[in-house]
């Protein structure tokens, strides 16, 4: 039988390693006390996020209201610059100004680094989009007020 959880693990099973690995942490990070800490289990944080994530309970309200946590958090993850074109064009222009900043300082170590993220954003803001797209049509179908109170109520 499917709980309120499972779409939520489908989304995020369909994700990109690298998206998964941010989101986990993420969402990790703002849980409070989540039993799992990123910077302990890093290298196998996705794995460990999806075990927990289907981390089932008997009680129905108790994973409903695990599964509008994670919503909720998501949410939160998405409304930063992450969703769209004009989003990451934002992100883009910040970090190509850290990058010139760094040039101009001739701060070797930061142009470096600036640079390696500004020369990953295209593709990674590709990632994100999709991941971004993929979560809004989840969220008005099975993840919805409405299936969720399905899951309550039989």
């Known amino acids: 039988m499917r709980t309120a959880t499972d779409p939520y693990f489908d989304w995020y099973g369909q994700l990109d390693q690298e998206i998964q690995s941010d989101i986990s942490s993420m969402i990790i990070y703002m849980w409070p006390d989540h039993p799992l800490e990123p910077q302990r289990y890093a290298p196998n944080v996705n794995n460990?996020?999806?075990?927990?994530?289907?981390?089932?309970?008997?009680?129905?309200?108790?994973?409903?209201?695990?599964?509008?946590?994670?919503?909720?958090?998501?949410?939160?993850?998405?409304?930063?610059?992450?969703?769209?074109?004009?989003?990451?064009?934002?992100?883009?222009?910040?970090?190509?100004?850290?990058?010139?900043?760094?040039?101009?300082?001739?701060?070797?170590?930061?142009?470096?680094?600036?640079?390696?993220?500004?020369?990953?954003?295209?593709?990674?803001?590709?990632?994100?989009i999709a991941a971004a797209a993929a979560w809004r049509a989840l969220r008005c179908s099975t993840l919805s007020e409405d299936a969720l109170h399905s899951c309550l109520v039989g």
């Open 48 to 128: 460990l996020f999806s075990a927990w994530i289907q981390q089932g309970s008997a009680d129905r309200y108790k994973t409903v209201g695990k599964t509008l946590a994670l919503i909720k958090l998501t949410e939160f993850i998405f409304i930063s610059p992450r969703g769209t074109d004009e989003d990451w064009d934002l992100v883009y222009k910040r970090m190509n100004d850290r990058l010139e900043s760094a040039k101009a300082r001739r701060d070797e170590a930061d142009t470096n680094f600036f640079g390696e993220i500004v020369e990953a954003l295209p593709e990674r803001s590709h990632r994100w």
